[in-house]
């Protein structure tokens, strides 16, 4: 699976233009360099000026960066995307029920598909939620799962993020953006449009209001304008007209959540909560968040408000869960998964960690519960000093490990200084499930700066682009 | 409906701008007042007075060693450490709009967070002599540009109230503080009283509050202290008077409801109606020091009152008990 030249989104092996890329290569050709910088420039300071920024852990309280921003899209021919799509549909649909059925009957556990232990022993399956019925059965109500391509241009799924997902409003905000630069290239060719992202997420929100519930109130819960998510809180809250709390506006009385507003209380039915579960509730689980709200999770448990996504999603989305998913597409749905998994060595195995051990300069090796990039080992990039540091802390607990092969991304091309270089991409699309599945055509695209680097996240470098699906 | 919190933000966010808008008028009044020629015993006896009306000699005091033209400027203006200046009303104007990102205008986020990033660029250089009035220019204009866009592009709705608030509140007091500059600023001698560094004194007020063409059009007479303080406290036509300033907070008082609010109303009512039914020569008869005095304590029992009526969590649990 390993290829030493990685996949090229845009050009052929011979050098050749791939056909969905065209008329982009011809503006490439067409356009002073000068007016591309221009461009990039423009970007910036726009982008700079409606404060698209994050904030950076680890550095001074309150620093915000701008997440760089490529202008040269992704894209993706509609067949292609119809393809995917179809395949993260089943994909989260089987997730949802492997949720649903660990929380009630444990079916797949009794099977013997994956050992009752790897789950019922795992810190992120939540005793809090057994025989809880949410609405629809919906846990992870919005997914957003990580796409690769390597070796001959084969899609695989990288990871499931089906607990906080974050960055639609670079999509959308991305989307914008390229529409003021270059409106010409929207008026050549048709780009499905990702705009209602908004419209749709607040529909799915309010189509699991709990039951008897006219018309729900939404709020989106945030952990404050610290957060490195802060923008997007804002972004999307206002995009759907729903109010944005913190911990502090909202109180529980009567197992009914409420936000205090300068009218007295208001009643809040649906929360589209962006903390984790560890903070929603001070009772429930850390009694030191400061960010939560006393007796949530008593209101919740009870059926009188939603959480979007649900408390202990984290259950699927744990790296030591991911090799199982292919299996609860087949158990749930009988039907064979349409997108790859990638190879997974699970360290808790002898086996698999003996070989890992003996190869860790060829393979990526992923703390279980670690997100975000931090705390991996990418061996092909590591020192002989770093992979003995790697080893000692495997062998310390192997079972908080899996290893992967490095996987050969495939690259498009980003404007540099001397015109285009091809870098390392991912594609996040978003899953929404509701009283529907719905999806929007596009996703963000994350693109490593760096040469050579492999590492897409934006806390690590990374910048982000425009993806185009052509109809 | 709102949030409190959110009411709470909006409300701070327009006093702020309206507060950097003022701290650069009265600057302005100052430098203006200090160009007037005068012995050396003098020199720089304008500086205390933006430091005495807004109640900061003090604290200045305690980190410059002398009140002049530079230092005054450099607390007043680019301190950061100094929570009213103008780079600090800026930064809690920024602060306050990203807190409540959704409930503004892209248009308004974006005056408030450009102001921001400009102001952070600011250097002591653009506040030597040449150029201090162009910067305070620039203050004014982003101010009148972020109640423009508000005005322009938000929605006329219960947030939009609460920043209204926020501004005629914090206006109101600023007005009464700078009328207040004169009993601050010594005139060089007793013979001056009523002569032409008088004369020059009073119309630098009129100019600091954008009122000196107003004046001559409302009066079409000579300069005098009763009728600059008749403009700037009872005529309700003049926007920053602070007749002008209570009309709207009074009214805007009405629009918003809340279960607690009596007490604000009332007072906001008192206020002005005290202004409504107001004579200037009885003003003056009491000591016009000692008028405005009495009317910045009653702003600021004003906003102690709304703050209890619709941003405190108080009264939240017993409403739903």
Known sequence: MSYDTPFNEMYLPDGQVRPHYAALAEWIEHTPSERIHNMRDAANMLFHRVGITFAVYGEEAGAERLIPFDMLPHVIPGEEWRMLEKGLRQRVKALNAFLHDVYHDREILRAGRIPEERVLQNKLYRPELVGIDLPNHIYAHIAGVDLVRAGAGEYYVLEDNLRTP???????????????????????????????????????????????????????????????????????????????????????????????????????DVIYRRIDDD????????????????????????????????????????????????????????????????????????????????????????????????????????????????????????????????????????????????????????????????????????????????????????????????? | MMLSRTANHLYWMARYVERAENTARILDVAYRMSLVPKESRLADQEWFAPLNITGTLYPFSGRYSQVNAQGVLRYMVLDPDNPSSIFSCARAARENARAVRGSITSEMWEVINGTWLEMQRLTEERLASERVLEFFEWVKERSHLFRGVTVGTMLHDEAFHFNRLGTFLERADNTARMLDVKYHVLLPSVQDVGGAVDYYQWAAVLSSVSAFEAYRKVFRDVITPLRVAELLILRDDMPRSLHACMNEVYDILQKLTSASQHEASRLAGEMHAALHFGRIDIIFADGLHEYLTDFLR????????????????????QAVA
């Not at chain 1, 055509?441 to 934006?458: D, F, H, I, K, Q």
Request: charged fraction near 20%; glycine fraction near 8%; charge should be negative.
């Open chain 2, 298 to 317: 009653r702003v600021h029992q004003l906003g102690g009152e709304v703050n209890l009526a619709f941003f405190s969590a108080r009264a939240q649990k």
């Open chain 1, 166 to 268: 974050s960055g639609v409003s670079y999509m959308l905000e991305n989307r914008k953006m390229m529409m003021r630069l270059v409106p010409e290239l929207f008026a050549q060719q048709s780009v499905a449009p990702v705009e209602h992202y908004p419209d749709l997420l607040l529909d799915t929100l309010r189509s699991v209001a709990p039951a008897n519930v006219e018309s729900p109130v939404v709020a989106l819960l945030t952990p404050g304008q610290f957060n490195s998510a802060y923008f997007e809180h804002a972004f999307l809250a206002q995009q759907m007209g729903i109010e944005l709390v913190e911990g502090a506006d909202l109180f529980v009385a009567d197992d009914v959540v409420y936000m205090r507003t300068t009218r007295g209380p208001q009643r809040v």
């Open chain 1, 279 to 471: 903070f929603l509730d001070p009772l429930a689980f850390r009694p030191d968040s400061v960010l939560g709200v006393p007796g949530l999770v008593s209101a919740y448990r009870r059926g009188r408000v939603t959480l979007c996504n649900a408390i202990g999603t984290g259950i699927a989305d744990d790296k030591s869960m991911y090799p199982f998913v292919p299996d609860m597409i087949r158990f749930y749905l009988g039907e064979e998964p349409l997108l790859n998994n990638v190879p997974t060595y699970q360290l808790r195995n002898r086996e698999d960690l003996e070989y890992t051990l003996a190869h860790l300069s060829e393979l990526v090796v992923k703390e279980v519960h670690g997100s975000g990039g931090y705390g991996m080992l990418i061996g092909p990039a590591s020192t002989e000093r770093e992979r003995d540091a790697y080893r000692l802390r495997i062998l310390d607990n192997p079972e908080s490990f899996i290893a992967q092969p490095t996987l050969s991304l495939s690259t498009c091309p980003i404007f540099v200084d001397q015109g285009i270089a091809p870098r390392h991409i991912d594609l996040r699309p978003f899953v929404l499930s509701g009283k529907d599945i719905v999806m929007c055509p596009g996703g963000l695209t994350r693109v490593a700066l760096r040469e050579g680097s492999l590492v897409v996240n934006s806390s690590q470098g990374g910048g982000t682009k425009d993806t185009w699906i052509l109809n």
